[in-house]
C-alpha cells in the first residue's frame, strides 16, 4: 500500500506526457501522428483525449468523419464531466433529424457544461429559452443565462442580452444598460455590435447622440466589411448627418453596400440618380438599382420603383405594373404605398376608378401620418 500513492503520481505524471505529446502533434504538419498516443488515453479513460477524438471524427480533419463515432466519444467526455464535451454532444444531439434528435437531452447537457463556466453553453441555453426551443419560451430566463455567457466575454451574448434588455425582457425598458453591452462587444471587433452602437449614438437612444463617433463605430464595422456599416455611412454622406453632404461619397459607400446585397442601399443609390441631395439625373441607372433593391424585397425601392413606371421615368410607362408594385409595398406596411393606391383608385390609373377603395387606402395611409392623405380623405364626396 505504501507503493500506491507514488505509483498513482507517476501514472498521472505520464499521462500528462502523453497528453502535451499529442497536443503538440495534432498543431503540427503531421497531425495524424497524434492518433495512437489519443486512443490510448481515451482507452485509459483520459477526457481530453476523449474529447479531441470526438471533436476529429467530428470534424473530419484528421479522422474520416464519423457523427456516431463522435458522438461515443463526447458521451464517454461528458461522463467524466468534461464541459466542452457535454456543450458539443448536446449540439449533435439538437441538429440531428427526425426521432434521432434529442432536445432534452442536449439541454441537460448544456446546463451540466453552463454550471461549469462554459460559456458557448449558457448562450445556447439563453437562445433556446428565448426561442422556445425544446422547453417554454422565456425571454427574462434567456435573459439571464445571455448575461452569464455575456460576463464571460461572449460577444454574441452580449449583443442578445443588449437587445433583450432594450426591449425590456428583464422588467422596464434599459436602453442605458443596453448600450453598455453592445460597447462591450463592439470592443471586440464584432461588427454587428459595432453598427448596433453606431445607430444607438446617432439617433441618442440610450446614449447622448454622437454622431461623430457613431461614424467612428460605422467605420470599424465598415473595415469588415459589414453591409450595414457601409450602407450607414453612405447615408450619412447622403444627408449630410455628422458629415459634409457630399453625394459622391454616398454614392461610393452606397454602392459598396449594394455590391454586399444591402436593398436600404440599392433604395437611395436609386434616389440619388433621381436627381436628388444635389446629384445629376440619371433616370435610367436610378431604375437599374430600383429593380435590384425591389427585388430584394424593399418596400420603399417597390414603391419607388412603382412611381417611375407610373410616370414613364427612365422606363417604359406602365400603370398597371405601378399597381402590382405599389400593392407588394403595401403588403409590407409601407405608408407612400397606401396613398399611392388610393391616388390610383381615385383616379382609374392603372385599375377601374373605386373611391370607396382609393378612400380605404388613404385611411390607412391617414393612420401612418401622411398629411397628404388626410386632405385626400377631405376631398372625397
Avoid at 17 to 22: D, E, N, T
Avoid at 83 to 92: E, M, P, R, T
Avoid at 245 to 262: H, P, S, Y
Avoid at 324 to 329: D, F, H, Q, V
Amino acid at each position: 500500500m505504501a507503493d500506491a500513492k507514488p505509483d498513482r503520481r507517476a501514472r498521472a505524471r505520464d499521462a500528462r506526457v502523453q497528453v502535451a505529446l499529442a497536443d503538440r502533434l495534432l498543431a503540427g504538419p503531421r497531425p495524424r501522428a497524434a492518433l495512437p498516443s489519443l486512443r490510448r488515453l481515451a482507452r485509459s479513460g483520459n477526457a481530453w483525449a476523449q474529447y479531441t477524438l470526438g471533436y476529429e471524427y467530428e470534424s473530419g480533419r484528421v479522422l474520416p468523419r464519423n457523427l456516431g463515432a463522435a458522438a461515443r466519444w463526447y458521451e464517454k467526455a461528458a461522463v467524466r464531466g468534461y464541459d466542452s464535451a457535454q456543450l458539443n454532444l448536446g449540439i449533435l444531439l439538437a441538429n440531428r433529424k427526425g426521432k434521432r434528435r434529442n432536445l432534452s437531452k442536449a439541454i441537460a447537457l448544456y446546463r451540466r457544461a453552463a454550471r461549469q463556466g462554459n460559456r458557448n453553453a449558457a448562450y445556447n441555453l439563453g437562445l433556446y429559452c428565448e426561442l422556445g426551443r425544446g422547453m417554454r419560451a422565456d425571454r427574462r430566463q434567456a435573459a439571464l443565462w445571455y448575461r452569464r455567457a455575456a460576463e464571460q466575454g461572449d460577444a454574441e451574448a452580449q449583443i442578445a442580452l443588449g437587445e433583450l434588455v432594450r426591449e425590456g425582457a428583464l422588467g422596464a425598458r434599459a436602453r442605458g444598460e443596453a448600450v453598455r453591452w453592445f460597447r462591450r462587444a463592439a470592443e471586440q471587433g464584432h461588427p454587428d455590435a459595432q453598427v448596433t452602437l453606431g445607430r444607438a449614438l446617432f439617433y441618442g437612444e440610450g446614449v447622448r447622440r454622437d454622431r461623430r463617433e457613431a461614424l467612428a463605430w460605422y467605420r470599424r464595422a465598415a473595415r469588415r466589411g459589414n453591409a450595414h456599416a457601409l450602407g450607414n455611412i453612405g447615408l450619412m454622406y447622403k444627408h449630410g448627418q455628422g458629415v459634409t453632404q457630399d453625394w459622391r461619397e454616398a454614392v461610393r459607400w452606397l454602392r459598396r453596400a449594394a455590391r454586399r446585397g444591402n436593398p436600404q442601399a440599392m433604395r437611395a443609390l436609386g434616389d440619388l440618380y433621381d436627381g436628388h441631395h444635389g446629384a445629376p439625373s440619371n433616370p435610367a441607372l436610378a431604375v437599374r438599382w430600383l429593380r435590384r433593391g425591389a427585388a430584394a424585397g424593399h418596400a420603399a425601392a417597390q414603391c419607388d420603383l412603382g412611381v417611375h413606371y407610373h410616370n414613364g421615368k427612365g422606363v417604359r410607362r406602365d400603370r398597371r405594373r405601378s399597381v402590382a408594385l405599389y400593392r407588394a409595398s403595401a403588403a409590407q406596411g409601407y405608408e407612400w404605398a397606401f396613398y399611392l393606391l388610393g391616388l390610383c383608385y381615385r383616379d382609374g390609373e392603372g385599375v377601374r376608378k373605386n373611391r370607396a377603395h382609393a378612400r380605404r387606402w388613404f385611411e390607412r395611409a391617414a393612420a401612418k401620418r401622411v398629411r397628404e392623405a388626410k386632405r385626400e380623405i377631405r376631398k372625397l364626396p
